[in-house]
């Protein structure tokens, strides 16, 4: 049973393409994540959602839309697809988010291309 | 604000010496300090962490952490490297009321 899971795992897209990556977790975990992992396998965290409710969106552009319609899914959304969106963007989720402490589980990522 | 250093960006050993993988924090807060690590093509998998309580911290697969505030480090260690360990580890940081904060990585290389 996959804990985190993302769709899809590859894409590969022109600029200025709309995608969507969805994201789902079976822990039953309150708080879901998005992180980007750069080419140099830098990773920052983008947006947070807790019980369906935005709690951390950090300095993105506003072509990148988070949706959680339940807590546990967190999709992601990119409109007008620049070149430099190309990244691994990976799912996280934790157990309440209001501690610090807490263990983040990852999904796989997904390996965003934009030609 | 906080930030990770990793001492770094490759370290490569022999399959059965030490391992250690370097981290620093600056945090202004007490910090909470936890190592993830990366296989290829895979998510990250918390390998271990520190909260409060014993600074020398276990994890998984033999791997273990001491955090020593007066060099505000948390340096990685495991004495005897399998071919099975070589990935990114990650160190990152976090404080009560803030984010999960990663340093740049660390790609351990393991030769037989």
């Known amino acids: 049973d996959t804990a985190v899971s993302q769709t899809p795992k590859y894409l590969v897209t022109q600029m200025g393409n709309d995608k969507s990556i969805k994201c789902e977790q079976n822990?039953?975990?309150?708080?879901m994540y998005w992180y980007k992992q750069d080419s140099k396998k830098f990773l920052k965290i983008m947006f947070s959602?807790?019980?369906?409710?935005?709690?951390i969106n950090e300095t993105v552009p506003n072509r990148f839309s988070p949706k959680s319609p339940d807590k546990a899914h967190l999709n992601l959304h990119i409109n007008s697809l620049e070149l430099g969106d190309s990244a691994v963007y990976f799912c996280?989720?934790?157990?309440?988010?209001?501690?610090?402490?807490?263990?983040?589980?990852f999904g796989p990522g997904t390996r965003l291309l934009v030609l | 604000a906080q930030s990770v250093t990793q001492l770094g960006s490759h370290v490569s050993v022999s399959e059965g010496a030490l391992v250690l993988l370097r981290c620093n924090y600056s945090?202004?807060?007490?910090?909470?300090l936890f190592w993830y690590v990366q296989y290829p093509n895979q998510g990250l998998q918390l390998l271990l962490k520190?909260?409060?309580?014993?600074?020398l911290v276990k994890g998984i697969n033999g791997f273990e952490a001491e955090f020593k505030k007066s060099e505000t480090s948390f340096h990685l260690t495991k004495p005897s490297a399998h071919m099975s360990d070589a990935a990114e580890y990650f160190c990152a940081v976090s404080a009560r009321h803030s984010t999960l904060t990663f340093g740049k990585g660390t790609m351990l290389l393991v030769s037989p």
């Open positions: 822990l039953g975990h309150d708080t």
């Open positions: 520190y909260t409060t309580g014993a600074t």
């Open positions: 959602y807790n019980n369906k409710e935005l709690i």
């Open positions: 996280a989720s934790s157990q309440s988010g209001d501690t610090a402490q807490e263990t983040q589980y």
């Open positions: 945090s202004s807060v007490p910090p909470y």
